[in-house]
């Protein structure tokens, strides 16, 4: 079946450091991939997406490749700020969940002043 | 624009009782999803509804869980009898038009069983 797998947190970084956080899925047929934000006592939001392979999503600086040839969605930002400090959850759609998001259990990201 | 309500925002209750949780999904949205959150497990998805129809509630945990649509802007997710392990945060979500399309979710509901 299809499932998503991030890396596990929590990822701590200093202001202004550069961003990786790994996801990689695996699914049967042609997933659209997704980045999901969690601020502190609030719900998901979406982040950035990406339908087709080579796609790149990107939104508030953050960008991710959908890399069909090594079943990844990399998210990544170029330096991190204290406010993007949240659980970041990597998802997938497919036919084979009926297009259901089929979620990762989330990284934790601190950022340091 | 008004997102996706959810009332209560806390909710604290003792083993046995009931608990009801309510959302008011986007406007216009036909899509509406009910989640749990739990540090064990993660993001769970409970049930959906497309146009006020459950489409799929393979993922409530047992018959003490209920969950309906009487029309497009209130859903309700029941617990009877809550027990403690019930304790999560329960989001609703909506979507427009599509079940993969973008899913917005509410602010949530902490719902601590004693």
């Known amino acids: 079946g299809n499932s998503v797998t991030q890396m596990e947190g929590p990822v701590t970084l200093s202001e202004e450091a550069f961003l990786t956080i790994n996801c990689t899925y695996t699914?049967?047929?042609?997933?659209?991939l997704f980045w999901y934000v969690q601020y502190p006592g609030e719900g998901l939001q979406l982040l950035l997406k990406?339908?087709?392979a080579d796609d790149k999503g990107s939104n508030k600086g953050f960008e991710a490749t959908y890399r069909k040839e090594t079943t990844s969605f990399h998210l990544e930002k170029g330096s991190v700020q204290v406010s993007d400090s949240a659980v970041y959850f990597c998802?997938?759609?497919?036919?084979?969940?009926?297009?259901?998001?089929?979620w990762g259990a989330g990284t934790k990201l601190i950022i340091k002043p | 624009d008004a997102g996706v309500i959810q009332s209560p925002r806390h909710e604290v209750t003792e083993m046995g009782q009931e608990v009801t949780l309510r959302c008011k999904p986007i406007?216009?949205?036909?899509?509406l999803f009910w989640y749990r959150q739990t540090m064990m497990r993660g993001l769970e998805l409970l049930i959906y509804f497309n146009n006020n129809v459950p489409i799929d509630d393979s993922g409530m945990p047992e018959d003490r869980f209920s969950a309906k649509m009487p029309n497009a802007s209130f859903s309700t997710l029941k617990i009877q009898p809550s027990e403690p392990r019930d304790s999560a945060v329960y989001f609703c979500?909506?979507?427009?038009?599509?079940?993969?399309?973008?899913?917005?979710f509410g602010p949530g509901t902490r719902l601590l069983v004693l």
């Open positions: 979500a909506s979507s427009l038009g599509r079940i993969q399309e973008t899913q917005y």
């Open positions: 998802a997938l759609s497919d036919t084979d969940s009926n297009y259901q998001l089929i």
């Open positions: 406007s216009g949205h036909d899509y």
């Open positions: 990406a339908t087709k």
């Open positions: 699914a049967t047929g042609y997933p659209s």
